[in-house]
């Protein structure tokens, strides 16, 4: 997949940018605070119609503006496509269409750029909450996985209203009246994220030996159900299983408590490294350096990428925003191998300097950003 064109209308710091973008990719160099970042991000916006930093749709208009919009011609497989994407800060409205058609909901457009976004934050899904492990997980699998969103969105609804019912205290059998909408819905999400990790550890440890010169790290799905990630036989069976006995087991505790306390909504990952000389284990949230957690991120985007490339049957774009900042020369040069290696991929990178990315022999062509103004050099 590659972006061709991009055009940016009130986005963030750009009033209006029309860009021509190179087939094999191109890198920004633009000092702090002049619109790197966001470019990337109005074009991740196109691959998932929201920002990647969490903001809400509102920030992302320029100030003293209405409406942003952002337009991107993506070609690949043999076909092109527009998608646009706008926002009306008055309305509250979006507005999102592919090749001018709006689809019945936005949720039916996701994905159709194609793009993994490599970002200084993405340390965060090391070191940070699992509520941001489980958006990583939502994500990847949103944009892979057919039916998972519409399962996700069922059970955070069926959730909601199981829990308002806890809260007032009701019956059990009220309670339990939510229960097999809960356990389809929530089932089918745990089995999801449970055959990704499954599909994907050895890849994530694969990555890290690789970026880290032959240190060993594991990638472990951290279910709330207490499900063996090893067992085989027919994954959503045994988790329809466990989690019908979980809430049984867990009844007068989520009454006591007024929630329930077991289901996707606590699933988290695990990334653990063997840590250097005492051949131990360690949980990298708690005991990684900023070097590994960044590491461990990095390799959980190149996850995503084998992900995407196997749905999309293509390349994804990728785009890398100032990712080697905290790490050391060797670490960078081994991520700059990986993306060289990842050609034909169209590759977007940014940094504050030209020295910090040397890639493809020097063949990317360079475009300089000021103030929301973008220049070939
Ligand atoms: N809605 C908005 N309207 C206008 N300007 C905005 C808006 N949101 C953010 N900005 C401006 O965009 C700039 C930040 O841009 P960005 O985050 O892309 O910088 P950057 O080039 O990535 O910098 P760094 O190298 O520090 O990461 C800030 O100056 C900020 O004030
Ligand atoms: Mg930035």
Redesign the pocket.
């Known amino acids: 997949m590659y972006l061709s064109s991009l055009r940016l209308t009130n986005f963030?710091?750009f009033a209006d940018e029309r860009l021509t973008i190179p087939r094999e990719g191109v890198a920004i160099v633009?000092d702090?605070?002049?619109?790197?970042?966001?470019?990337l991000e109005a074009i991740y916006y196109l691959e998932i119609f929201r920002s990647f930093r969490g903001a809400p749709d509102d920030?992302?208009?320029?100030?003293g503006e209405d409406v942003c919009r952002v337009e991107g011609l993506v070609g690949g497989a043999g076909e092109a496509r527009t998608i646009a994407a706008a926002y009306d800060r008055r309305a509250r409205r979006k507005k999102v269409t592919v090749d001018g058609v709006e689809p019945d909901r936005i949720g039916d457009a996701l994905g159709r750029v194609g793009v993994v976004m490599f970002s200084p934050a993405d340390v965060a899904l090391v070191s940070g909450s699992p509520a941001g492990r489980r958006r990583f997980l939502d994500i990847v699998l949103s944009l892979t996985e057919r039916h998972y969103l519409e399962d996700l969105q069922r059970y955070r609804q069926i959730l909601l209203q199981r829990n308002a019912v806890l809260r007032a205290g009701e019956s059990t059998a009220l309670v339990s009246a939510w229960n097999p909408g809960l356990v389809r819905a929530g089932s089918r999400v745990v089995a999801a994220r449970l055959r990704w990790v499954r599909s994907r550890r050895d890849s994530f440890a694969a990555r890290i030996r690789e970026i880290a010169n032959g240190s060993d790290a594991a990638l472990e799905f951290d279910p709330s159900l207490p499900l063996d990630e090893e067992e085989s036989g027919d994954d959503l069976d045994r988790v329809v299983a466990t989690f019908e006995s979980e809430l049984a087991r867990t009844a007068d505790r989520e009454q006591r408590r007024g929630a329930t306390l077991v289901g996707p909504h606590r699933d988290d990952l695990r990334m653990r490294a063997a840590s250097g000389g005492h051949g131990e284990w360690v949980d990298l949230r708690v005991y990684g350096s900023g070097g590994q957690q960044r590491t461990a991120a990095v390799a959980l985007r190149m996850v995503e990428a084998d992900t995407l490339r196997e749905r999309l049957g293509s390349e994804p774009v990728i785009l890398l925003d100032?990712v080697f900042a905290e790490l050391d020369v060797g670490r960078s040069q081994r991520i700059l191998r990986w993306v060289d290696r990842e050609a034909p991929a169209q590759v977007i990178i940014?940094a504050?300097k030209p020295a910090d990315i040397e890639l493809r022999g020097g063949a990317l062509p360079v475009w300089s950003?000021r103030g929301g103004h973008v220049e070939s050099l």
């Open positions: 963030r710091n633009g702090n605070g002049q619109g790197k970042t966001n470019l920030q992302l208009v320029r100030f100032d940014t504050p950003i």
